[in-house]
């Protein structure tokens, strides 16, 4: 199986900054692309910023310029930097990868537990 643990969630008051990070291990053959979503109460999970093996980046027209999605491929593990944080940010950050696990040989999607965070004064 493959397993990802996020870490770097907490409290935070607006204008503050935070760095996600999330860790993928177990048996992994190859991991593709990684990305960081967010769900806040009441409503949908929301595609935050993706980032391709090759470091292609994307991400949400709201978090642009704010946020900023990094991996590390030695270590299996994907950052989330986020800057000038607004109480709108608030959210259960998910982190999701799409790999292929050993001896397998499609490619699967993996979440994390989610980690929070809360921009408040």
């Known amino acids: 199986q493959v397993q990802l643990v996020e870490s770097g969630g907490g409290l935070v008051q607006p204008g503050g900054s935070l760095r996600l990070s999330c860790a993928a291990s177990?048996?992994?053959?190859?991991?593709?692309?990684m990305a960081w979503y967010r769900q806040a109460p009441g409503k949908q999970r929301e595609l935050v910023a993706v980032i391709s093996s090759g470091g292609s980046t994307n991400s949400a027209d709201s978090v642009k310029g704010r946020f900023t999605i990094s991996r590390d491929n030695a270590k299996n593990t994907v950052y989330l930097q986020m800057n000038s944080l607004k109480p709108e940010d608030t959210a259960v950050y998910y982190c999701n990868a799409v790999a292929v696990k050993s001896g397998g040989t499609m490619p699967q999607n993996y979440w994390g537990q989610g980690t929070q965070v809360t921009v408040s004064s």
């Open positions: 177990g048996s992994i053959f190859r991991l593709y692309t």
